[in-house]
């Protein structure tokens, strides 16, 4: 039995519909369909009842931001599943999480530390910035970026899910970590792609704080991992806008 938890977010359920329904477990908050159980990262006892049994365990990271809350998350699911008897995890992390205990994957660095010293056997999933978030909307006129010009490794929920049911559904991938990317692009590129004008300006709020990263060139970096889990190239974000 393999064990989704956040199974109705947005990732989660994409990773449910790759897996066979006779094999996995939805593990959601607030349970709504048939064959979903309830695991709250603020419920213990309801984890360690959502994860019995499981052979397997996608531990997908908790939505909360603030990185105490969400490593409390974190440790909390990790003793549910060693007191369910889990026999392996797997974890969405992020990309720099081993390295880089600080800002975007301070929770993640923490987790994955915990993982390895807990015994369990693991695989890591470093993911990258979603794509998805980061696109204009259908109705924009314009293409607004602080970013610099500088390349975005982002990569689409549906591929990041296709890859996580992969790890599960297959053996040989225990002790690893893949630090997943997708093929780079740029927003002028974006803009040139969808025929609009694209102006140098950078967005208010926590969406500027995030494209002066990418001005940085923090999110340039490529490996194969991805494109090697799913054995084809992963979805670029430039053709996939104008089909």
């Keep these: ?17 790759h897996l066979p329904p006779g094999l996995v477990r939805p593990a959601v908050r607030y349970p709504r369909h048939p064959g979903q159980v309830r695991a709250d ?38 003793e549910a599943a060693q007191d369910a008897g889990v026999r392996s995890v797997v974890y969405t992390s992020f990309l720099g999480a081993d390295t880089d205990p600080t ?8 987790t994955e530390q915990a993982i390895i010293e807990s015994g369990l056997p693991y695989t890591i999933l470093r993911n990258p910035l979603y794509s998805e978030p980061l696109l204009p909307p259908p109705t924009a006129s314009e293409v ?25 559904l297959e053996d040989g991938h225990l002790g690893r970590a893949y630090d997943l990317t997708g093929p780079l692009w740029t927003f002028p590129q974006l803009a040139a792609a969808l025929g609009l004008p694209y102006r140098e ?13 990418v001005r940085s060139g ?4 490529q490996t194969s991992d991805l494109e090697d889990l799913l054995g084809r190239r992963p979805t670029p974000v430039i053709p996939r806008t104008i089909e």
Excluded: C
């Design 201 to 213: 300006q950078t967005p208010p709020g926590p969406m500027g704080w995030l494209h002066s990263l």
């Design 103 to 110: 800002g975007l994957t301070e929770a993640h660095h923490a």
């Design 1 to 17: 039995m393999i064990v989704v938890t956040a199974a109705s977010g947005a990732l989660g359920s994409l990773v449910v519909e």
């Design 218 to 221: 923090e999110f340039e970096r």
């Design 41 to 78: 990262y603020d419920d213990p006892a309801g984890m360690r009842e959502a994860f019995s049994g499981a052979e397997r365990l996608l531990l997908i990271s908790s939505p909360e931001l603030d990185p105490a809350h969400r490593l409390r998350h974190h440790l909390a699911a990790l």
């Design 144 to 168: 607004l970026s602080g970013t610099g010009g500088k390349g975005l490794n982002t990569a689409f929920r549906t591929d990041l899910a296709q890859a996580a049911a992969t790890v599960l």
